[in-house]
């Protein structure tokens, strides 16, 4: 499975940014796809996830701020993100799992992107 994310960037603290991700290589649908962050020294982290059956999840620190959405026909996954503060400045990475559960834990999953840098100044 192939991931590729675009749409990172740079916004002001309160602004919006919105990510894509495109998936390709699979020959089944992965039942998970998530977001995870990783900023300077800190562990990666889990963002959001959505499954196949349009079932979401979503760390505490985002919750209502960020929404997670797919579009089946294209193999892609969505990140809009609004209010963005300082904290959310992290380098965004789209991954994949081929199975249930989706939780966000960074050793469920086995796809990875290359990453894209979302940075919110104040």
């Known amino acids: 499975v192939q991931l590729a994310e675009s749409g990172g960037g740079s916004v002001q603290?309160?602004?919006s940014l919105g990510l894509s991700c495109a998936a390709s290589g699979f020959t089944?649908?992965?039942y998970?796809?998530?977001w995870f962050r990783q900023s300077p020294g800190k562990e990666r982290e889990g963002v959001a996830f959505v499954a196949?059956?349009?079932g979401t999840g979503y760390a505490d620190s985002v919750?209502?701020?960020f929404t997670i959405s797919q579009?089946?026909?294209r193999n892609s996954v969505y990140l809009q993100m609004t209010e963005l503060t300082s904290d959310d400045?992290?380098?965004y990475y789209c991954a994949a799992r081929?199975?249930?559960p989706c939780a966000l834990r960074v050793y469920r999953y086995d796809a990875w992107g290359q990453g894209t840098q979302v940075t919110v100044s104040s």
Do not use: F, I, K, L
Request: proline share 4%; net charge negative.
């Open 52 to 54: 196949v059956d349009g």
């Open 28 to 30: 089944d649908r992965p």
């Open 13 to 15: 603290a309160g602004g």
């Open 32 to 34: 998970c796809m998530a």
């Open 98 to 100: 081929s199975t249930w």
């Open 71 to 73: 579009d089946n026909d």
């Open 89 to 91: 400045t992290a380098m």
């Open 63 to 65: 919750r209502g701020r």
